[in-house]
């Protein structure tokens, strides 16, 4: 009897550990869903905030991509209109000096007409009245110092626009 009723009080206390145990397996089956349910969400909440992240990087990336073709197409406009400048200005540059050497090519032309023309009259003042002769000699001199005059003038603007 006495064993019985120490097998009785041992089964029991197995029956008590048993129900403890159980009830520490129930609790530890709560904590675990209610850690899976936590884990889950901060799962999510990370998954939700990368993609959010992701999304505003690639936002931020394509509208630098934009800003970088609209400053390189502008870039490539400069140099264009730039070139077309530089072109523009070295052929009126060259218009310039091809008409200041046919002007300067006139004058020369000009100048021996005139040298000649003098030369002629010299002549011709041996032949004629003095007096006459002196009046049209300062009339052409006159007239070639004009033109010297004029060949300088031009020569001075061809300088400066080389400037």
Do not use: G, W
Request: proline share 1%; glycine share 0%.
């Amino acid at each position: 009897l006495e064993e019985i009723d120490k097998l009785e009080d041992e089964a029991k206390v197995c029956d008590d550990e048993l129900e403890t145990l159980h009830s520490k397996v129930v609790q530890l089956e709560q904590e675990k869903r209610l850690l899976k349910r936590e884990i889950d969400e901060t799962k999510r909440e990370s998954s939700e905030r990368l993609t959010k992240e992701t999304s505003d990087y690639v936002n931020r990336l394509n509208d630098l991509r934009i800003k970088h073709q609209k400053a390189t197409s502008k870039l490539e406009d400069m140099e264009r209109t730039k070139e077309e400048v530089y072109n523009s200005i070295q052929k009126e540059f060259e218009a310039t000096l091809q008409n200041f050497k046919i002007d300067s090519d006139m004058l020369r032309e000009e100048n021996k007409h005139l040298s000649l023309q003098l030369k002629e009259l010299r002549r011709e003042e041996m032949k004629i009245n003095p007096s006459r002769v002196e009046t049209e000699t300062l009339q052409l001199r006159h007239e070639l110092d004009s033109l010297r005059i004029f060949s300088e003038k031009l020569k001075s603007q061809l300088d400066a626009e080389r400037k």
